[in-house]
């Protein structure tokens, strides 16, 4: 499993990024993926997680109405839009992938860093006021 995330940068405060993840060696129906952040002096907390299915989205509430979460089975990449972006936004995007038994279609329990199995590296995401 292969996971590459891109698409950082700086941006001002109330602007917009794009985020994607290359996904390699990854059965689409079998994981759950989800999106993280670390600010500085912090730990990886949890940003957003997409079901196996890809029909069910769950959100920190932080980002609620702000970031969307979405898949491209067919392309193999994760995205997460972010919108409205604050300084408080700023941190390094990491994605990840969870390994969820089939009886499991609900993100909510792919918001917690010890679930996942696979992270990508990072990409940075400063917002400037």
């Known amino acids: 499993v292969q996971l590459v995330e891109s698409g950082g940068g700086l941006v001002q405060a109330g602007g917009s990024l794009r985020l994607s993840c290359a996904v390699s060696g990854v059965t689409w129906s079998k994981f759950a993926m989800g999106w993280f952040r670390q600010a500085p002096g912090k730990g990886r907390a949890f940003v957003a997680a997409i079901s196996r299915s890809g029909f069910n989205t769950y959100y920190e509430d932080s980002v609620e109405g702000r970031f969307t979460i979405s898949r491209d089975v067919d392309r193999n990449m994760l995205y997460l839009q972010m919108d409205n972006l604050k300084p408080e936004d700023t941190a390094v995007y990491f994605c990840?992938?969870?390994?969820?038994?089939?009886?499991?279609?609900?993100?909510?329990?792919?918001?917690?860093?010890?679930?996942?199995?696979?992270w990508g590296q990072g990409t940075q995401v400063t917002v400037s006021p």
């Open positions: 990840g992938a969870d390994f969820v038994p089939p009886y499991i279609d609900d993100p909510y329990y792919s918001a917690s860093r010890e679930s996942y199995e696979y």
